[in-house]
Every structure is written in structure tokens, then in C-alpha cells.
């Protein structure tokens, strides 16, 4: 599971949930569970939040394809729990050459936007960036 760097968020004075800062790279069972997680997340996104994190209208299938492509990269991840529930996520892609530069990608499900959610996962996503050799993240 995402194990990693586990804390709980404070947000407007109440505990929302947890943010998680995790290389997303297992093997075997574990990986599959996260890939399930990230895959179910997408899923749950309505066509705005697609649209918003895509810039494109993806079907289910598209999506799945997306996770299944991106997940095998050489990507990580880090995400918003609540309740054990995947509610938010930044990815981060190499995108320079000799993964001097990252691209960070966000989606966060509706109930959740509005909360400084992003906020605090851009801050961590930048965070997690530097400290593993990115010059930079945009």
C-alpha cells in the first residue's frame, strides 16, 4: 500500500484524511493493489474532473489503458487518502533529459476540491521532486 511518509492532513482546523508520498514502484501483489487504487481514482472522476486532469474526454477504457501505460513508467505518485480511499493524486513524470525535470499532473475527486487538498499535494509533489534530483517541476 501507500506506506510511505504517512501523515495526517489538517485542513480548516479538522483532520481530512492522510497524505501519502510514495515511489508507487512495488512488485508483485502490493504493486498491483496500488495500480487498482490509482485506476479506481481515475475512475471515479466525473467527466469535468477527466476533462480537468486530461485535457480530453477519456472513456473507462482509455483510462484503464492510461493507468496500465503509466504505471510500468518510470513515474511516482503522491496521493490523498481518506479512510484508506485514494481522494487525490499528483503525478510525477519525467519529462528533461537525464530526469533533470518533472511534469506534475493532478486530479482530485469532486468532494475533495475546495480544501487546500491540492495545495498541500503540490507542495509535497514539489518536495519529493527535489529531494529525488529534479531541477525542476512545472
Do not use: C
Not at 39 to 66: C, E, I, Q, W
Amino acid at each position: 500500500h501507500f506506506a510511505h511518509l504517512a501523515h495526517a492532513e489538517v485542513i480548516a482546523g479538522q483532520a481530512v484524511g492522510q497524505l501519502v508520498i510514495d515511489l508507487f514502484r512495488h512488485e508483485g501483489h502490493e504493486g498491483m493493489q496500488e495500480r487498482e487504487q490509482l485506476m479506481s481514482h481515475l475512475l471515479r472522476l466525473g467527466p469535468k474532473g477527466r476533462y480537468s486532469r486530461f485535457s480530453a474526454t477519456l472513456n473507462d477504457a482509455m483510462v484503464a489503458a492510461y493507468v496500465i501505460q503509466t504505471f510500468s513508467a518510470s513515474n511516482f505518485y503522491v496521493g490523498f487518502f481518506d479512510q484508506d480511499i485514494l481522494r487525490g493524486v499528483v503525478e510525477i513524470h519525467d519529462m528533461g533529459p537525464n530526469g533533470q525535470s518533472a511534469e506534475l499532473a493532478f486530479s482530485i475527486e469532486l468532494g475533495w476540491r475546495g480544501q487546500g487538498v491540492g495545495a498541500r499535494l503540490f507542495a509535497a509533489a514539489v518536495a519529493a521532486a527535489l529531494a529525488r534530483g529534479y531541477a525542476a517541476a512545472q
